[in-house]
């Protein structure tokens, strides 16, 4: 379902069907359509934006020329009575003019006081009682009707202050409207009883019920938390914290530990977290007869407070079919917002591979397929015939090849491209009985701060990023780092020369190790372009640093993040890099352009990590606020939303047919998802702390993890991704059933004397290389 406008809707107050004091959302056109008691399929309740009441299809604009009839009239005039009585001048203007009626209109009804129950509690029958009274007094007044219309008074009455019947006060809310519509709100002394009324009602619900319905727990008690401490119920706040904390699952402890430091209201104007979870809906995909359920108890109870919230802040995902199980649910939540809604992983994704260009070879014309970057797809080391074949055929889940505009080969990629063929025969085929070797190199007496490290991929260079704001490049091969010779020397050499490639090499610069010197704070992410002409860096200096390694200098230092930047990467065909920081963005550049071509704007946190799509036409990046996005580089859409994981994300994997994506987290758990479906299909358990890195082989029979827990671990990717059950059921549903098979796909585990594993590559043959720096305990 599409995000809906922010767009002014009508004022519908009805009396509920069930006979409860829900409000109801604004129906669909035409107007005399009556009120949905239930979402549809897929509907949200609570319209995405700054929050509000259901709107399952955009509302009808009122008409200027018509006016409200009678009986809405009075409702309306009852309405701005009770705004003006409890102050809230500003709802009272913005209802006033979308309804189009006077000041002195408002104010020629003669309204008697309507008692203590209209003090602002939305969530007490006091209110509700009082609300009735007081649009009785109006009805009766004016001989209209008086049963439909105080049943609806209540329901009006319930709606946060900056938000009647669903019209937006604001439509992008600064930090003080944000945190404005936790005023007024109910009895503080009741809140735990509201609270532990739900939960009562929860725990005893039927078992298929209850998974479903405790996702609630978490979102609430933040939710009422944050409105007693905005309210300066300090010490109902405290004793609201100590009584329910613990009841929350474990993965939210990082975040209820930021909460428990919010005990003022001035705390909360700063807090990005909790700014955050007021502003972004939060996320439950519930069956429909389990929503059915959680209303039908509310309605009984008259639990104004508790429904505020929902219709307020949470997003319920409805589905018909049979409610999810703990497990199938604990699989996918964990994020900052809840899970991802179904819609956001429906649009179509090209994950094939794009064809490779001919290219006149000595061995029969072989095409290798996939390109010349790192996780990238190879040709299966097999027979000739297969691979001319492949190179000829088009992957009908590949994207057009115009798609983005993409460089042109040039002869030196063709030369090297020819090379990864020859070197391609010689492959090692992976499998459970074939395992590769593990060639690890530590870096010793890293008293600098090792934070970053890639490998180009012919695996002849490697680059280390450190805290002490230093690019260190060695050559892992024989063949020294060479600077091209001064202009001078350059006009002397012969330009028809054979080898004019070594000539304009200065021998006197010759060494194993290069420093690059330029940023200003600790390098946390770099990337060698494919052809090894360039090295990208990026720093908690806030900038991306563009370095030649011809000459070993910087070329171009890249600013549009006001932040630290954590993980850069080149595209697979080179041009294009992405970079991800603290600013929750990621930008896509162009290597001649000083701008960002691209920002993809939508985590909750900072991007940890980024990765391109091997036919460079998506992005992938992981945050902190624990989910993963596929990001389409042709329009910036986001086109794939993947929670599961309970911690933040550190690595990122495509395999390399570009089908799959592997992910990794502070969690220890390694996570495999289908991307053509939108669904997680893999678990990975073993390791014992944060995954820093993950790699398939070249192709892609093995997926290698290295982790903070000091080891490697390899896994059998081809058992993982066979049979696997991508049923329109499961994909309309998001009922996934993981199998707990974990050691039985784990085909080894490589332990490190006291190194952390932070980086990892497979050479074009299969040899795995890992790194990390020794750090003795």
Request: some cysteine; overall charge negative; hydrophobic content about 35%.
């Amino acid at each position: 379902m599409a995000a809906l406008p922010e767009e002014p809707a009508e004022v519908v107050v009805k009396p509920d069907p069930d006979g409860g004091i829900l409000p109801q959302p604004p129906p669909t056109p035409p107007p005399a359509a009556p009120p949905t008691t239930a979402p549809a399929e897929g509907e949200a309740v609570g319209a995405p934006g700054s929050g509000g009441e259901a709107a399952p299809s955009k509302p009808a604009p009122p008409d200027p020329a018509a006016s409200p009839g009678p009986t809405d009239r009075q409702t309306l005039l009852a309405v701005l009575q009770f705004l003006r009585r409890n102050n809230l001048h500003e709802s009272e203007d913005i209802l006033r003019r979308e309804a189009r009626l006077l000041g002195e209109e408002v104010a020629a009804v003669a309204l008697s006081p309507a008692g203590p129950g209209a003090q602002g509690t939305p969530g007490g029958e006091t209110d509700a009682t009082g609300g009735e009274a007081l649009l009785s007094r109006v009805a009766a007044a004016s001989g209209a009707a008086g049963g439909g219309v105080a049943a609806g008074a209540s329901a009006t009455a319930a709606a946060p202050p900056g938000k009647v019947g669903g019209v937006p006060a604001e439509d992008q809310p600064d930090v003080s409207a944000v945190l404005s519509a936790y005023k007024q709100q109910g009895d503080p002394a009741l809140y735990e009883e509201y609270y532990s009324g739900l939960k009562h009602f929860i725990e005893c619900a039927l078992d298929c019920h209850r998974a479903e319905l405790s996702q609630l727990f978490y979102p609430l008690f933040v939710h009422m938390y944050l409105e007693l401490v905005y309210n300066q119920h300090e010490n109902e706040a405290k004793s609201f914290f100590e009584k329910f904390h613990g009841d929350q699952e474990c993965y939210y402890q990082d975040d209820l530990r930021v909460l428990s430091g919010l005990t003022k209201k001035e705390h909360m104007k700063g807090n990005e977290t909790m700014l955050d979870f007021r502003t972004s809906k939060f996320v439950l995909r519930i069956s429909r007869d389990s929503y059915q359920l959680l209303k039908r108890h509310l309605q009984e109870k008259q639990n104004n407070q508790i429904w505020n919230i929902v219709q307020e802040h949470l997003y319920i995902d409805i589905f018909d079919g049979m409610p999810r199980s703990k497990q199938q649910i604990d699989a996918m939540v964990g994020s900052l917002a809840g899970e991802a809604k179904r819609e956001a992983n429906k649009a179509k994704v090209f994950f094939g591979l794009l064809k490779e260009p001919e290219i006149e070879v000595p061995l029969d014309d072989e095409d290798e397929e996939g390109e010349n970057e790192e996780g990238k797809p190879k040709k299966k080391k097999p027979k000739r015939e297969s691979m001319g074949s492949k190179s000829k055929k088009q992957d009908p889940n590949a994207p057009p090849q115009t798609r983005i505009p993409l460089p042109e080969l040039k002869d030196s990629d063709k030369l090297d491209k020819i090379m990864n063929m020859k070197e391609a025969t010689k492959r090692v085929r992976l499998g459970p009985e074939c395992l590769p070797s593990i060639c690890f190199y530590t870096f010793l007496n890293a008293y600098q701060g090792l934070t970053a490290v890639d490998i180009t991929d012919d695996s002849s260079m490697i680059v280390g990023g450190f805290a002490d704001s230093t690019v260190r490049v060695w050559s892992v091969t024989p063949k020294k780092l060479r600077s091209v010779k001064s202009a001078t020397d350059l006009s002397l050499i012969d330009k028809e020369s054979d080898d004019v490639l070594e000539r304009i090499m200065d021998e006197k610069t010759a060494s194993e190790l290069k420093i690059l010197y330029g940023h200003s704070g600790p390098v946390y992410g770099t990337s060698f372009s494919p052809d090894r002409n360039y090295l990208l860096s990026c720093s908690e200096d806030g900038t991306v640093r563009l370095w030649s390694l011809q000459t070993f200098t910087c070329l171009v230092g890249y600013k549009g993040h006001n932040y630290p930047v954590w993980d850069t990467q080149f595209s697979p065909y080179g041009y294009y890099f992405v970079s991800g920081g603290h600013d929750r963005v990621a930008r896509l550049w162009a290597t001649d352009h000083y701008q960002p071509l691209r920002i993809f704007a939508g985590h909750l946190a900072d991007v940890t990590c980024t990765r391109f799509h091997p036919n460079s036409n998506y992005i992938a990046t992981g945050s902190a606020d624990r989910t993963v996005r596929l990001w389409d580089v042709l329009n910036g859409n986001c086109v794939r939303i993947f929670t599961g994981h309970k911690g933040p994300i550190h690595s990122l994997a495509f395999s390399p047919n570009g089908r799959f994506l592997a992910t990794g987290a502070t969690d220890g758990r390694v996570l495999l998802w289908d991307i053509g479906h939108g669904l997680m299909v893999g678990e990975l358990k073993g390791h014992t702390d944060t995954v820093y890195a993950l790699r398939f082989s070249r192709d892609g029979e093995i997926l290698a993890s290295g982790s903070m827990d000091n080891t490697v671990r390899l896994w059998d990717a081809v058992r993982v991704f066979e049979d696997l059950e991508t049923d329109d059921f499961t994909t309309a549903t998001g009922h996934i059933n993981l199998p707990e098979n974990s050691q039985d796909l784990l085909l080894g585990t490589y332990m490190t004397k006291s190194t952390p594993v932070i980086h990892l590559h497979f050479t074009r043959r299969n040899l795995l290389l890992a790194s990390g720096a020794y750090s003795p305990q």
